[in-house]
Nanobody, 123 residues
């Protein structure tokens, strides 16, 4: 599976961005998908995950109520809608894919990673 993330940019605090991650190469719906982020000097952290069919989602406490993960299996794409952005959301955001739910919610031994997209929240 090849993953291509896009949609990052510079936004003011309180603003919104929508990240996209397009997948190719395998049956997309077979894979749970997730978003992770890594800020400078910090470890990579889990943000959100969604099951292959899209019926179950899971969020880090830090983004719950502000971010929404979704997917369109017809377009082989997963999204991360980010609202009420804060400066502490500034990071490089990565998408990940794996058939194992445990892998995508922990980031451990994830099969596929996309390249990152930079999100900067600043006035």
């Amino acid at each position: 599976v090849q993953l291509q993330a896009s949609g990052g940019g510079l936004v003011q605090p309180g603003g919104s961005l929508r990240l996209s991650c397009a997948a190719s190469g395998r049956t997309f719906s077979n894979y749970a998908m997730a978003w992770f982020r890594q800020a400078p000097g910090k470890e990579r952290e889990f943000v959100a995950a969604i099951t292959g069919g899209g019926g179950v989602t899971y969020y880090a406490d830090s983004v719950k109520g502000r971010f929404t993960i979704s997917r369109d299996n017809a377009k082989n794409t997963v999204y991360l809608q980010m609202n009420s952005l804060r400066p502490e959301d500034t990071a490089v955001y990565y998408c990940a894919a794996d058939s194992r739910w445990g892998a995508v919610v922990t980031g451990k031994k994830v099969l596929y990673w996309g390249q990152g997209t930079q999100v900067t929240v600043s006035s």
